[in-house]
T-cell receptor, first 114, second 108 residues
């Protein structure tokens, strides 16, 4: 158990709707990552935060996607006007305080777009 | 670009040994990770190699050759609970690039 929670764990939505996911890491995790994983593939990097600053966004993160990390604590990932191709597992990951090499993953949010 | 290759599937018998190979060609390298992922769950960390050689951790060992762009994960004394996908990932600066994963099926 990594102590990280993601909410919701499952989300079913209709195409065109907006969805928002939340990741709650332990307070001392200053670096937080978002990945997306589709069936049969490994996770793909989306974006990452150092405290509240968003330092990089992948080209996978189209203008329909936005991520925030207010006050450097929890983070949200919003997808606007969802498409069927957005169906995936959305994972947040973080570095532990005294181990800045290894990324540990939260339980993920499974999104299904109908 | 990043190119990370690993076999799609492997099958082995309970109690046996299985070796999962991973080859990579990446624009940068700061270490290689192996993760285990059971169906419907998040990846869990298994091992990390940054220098050449073998790292042993219980029933799992991981090997790295940076000059050859090659790593393997060795699973010994296989148990049914080891049936899962095993992901090879290369760290470049701050982010991970993953292979597609190798599904290992352990048969009784």
């Amino acid at each position: 158990d990594t102590g990280v929670s993601q909410d919701p764990r499952h989300k079913i939505t209709k195409r065109g709707q907006n969805v928002t996911f939340r990741c709650d890491p332990i307070s001392e995790h200053n670096r937080l990552y978002w990945y997306r994983q589709t069936l049969g593939q490994g996770p793909e990097f989306l974006t990452y935060f150092q405290n509240e600053a968003q330092l990089e966004k992948s080209r996978l993160l189209s203008d329909r996607f936005s991520a925030e990390r207010p006050k450097g604590s929890f983070s949200t990932l919003e997808i606007q006007r969802t498409e069927q191709g957005d169906s995936a597992m959305y994972l947040c990951a973080f570095l532990k305080r005294f181990n800045t090499d290894t990324q540990y993953f939260g339980p993920g949010t499974r999104l299904t777009v109908l | 670009g990043q190119n990370i290759d690993q076999p799609t599937e492997m099958t082995a018998t309970e109690g046996a040994i299985v070796q999962i190979n991973c080859t990579y060609q990446t624009s940068g390298f700061n270490g290689l990770f192996w993760y285990q992922q059971h169906a419907g769950e998040a990846p869990t960390f298994l091992s990390y190699n940054v220098l050449d050689g073998l790292e042993e951790k219980g029933r799992f060992s991981s090997f790295l050759s940076r000059s050859k762009g090659y790593s393997y994960l060795l699973l010994k004394e296989l148990q049914m609970k080891d049936s899962a996908s095993y992901l090879c990932a290369v760290k470049n600066d701050y982010k991970l690039s993953f292979g597609a994963g190798t599904t290992v099926t352990v048969r009784a």
